[in-house]
Nanobody, 122 residues
């Protein structure tokens, strides 16, 4: 499966952005999808994930209550709605697909998109 992340940009603290992860290739609905981010000089970190079945979700503590992950299987798109953005949310955001279960571990994901830059100014 091929993934294309989009929707990043430059915003001010408190603003919102919606990232999209569009998939092509195999049946996207059978994959768990996760969002990760990597800031300059830091390790890639987990943000949120959604399962392939009932759409169970899981969030990192730093974004819980501010970010929402959702999926539109007929359109082969997973969204990450980001509200109340903070400067510390600045990073390149990546989406990834895992044909197994929902996971917060980057190494468990089989396919990765190219990333989209999110910059939040104070």
């Amino acid at each position: 499966v091929q993934l294309q992340a989009s929707g990043g940009g430059l915003v001010q603290a408190g603003d919102s952005l919606r990232l999209s992860c569009a998939a092509s290739g195999r049946t996207f609905s059978s994959y768990a999808v996760g969002w990760f981010r990597q800031a300059p000089g830091k390790e890639r970190e987990f943000v949120a994930a959604i399962s392939w079945g009932v759409g169970s979700t899981y969030y990192a503590g730093s974004v819980k209550g501010r970010f929402t992950i959702s999926r539109d299987n007929p359109k082969n798109i997973v969204y990450l709605q980001m509200n109340s953005l903070k400067p510390e949310d600045t990073a390149v955001y990546y989406c990834a697909a895992d044909h197994k279960a929902l996971s917060a571990i980057a190494a468990s994901y089989d396919y990765w998109g190219q990333g989209t830059q999110v910059t939040v100014s104070s």
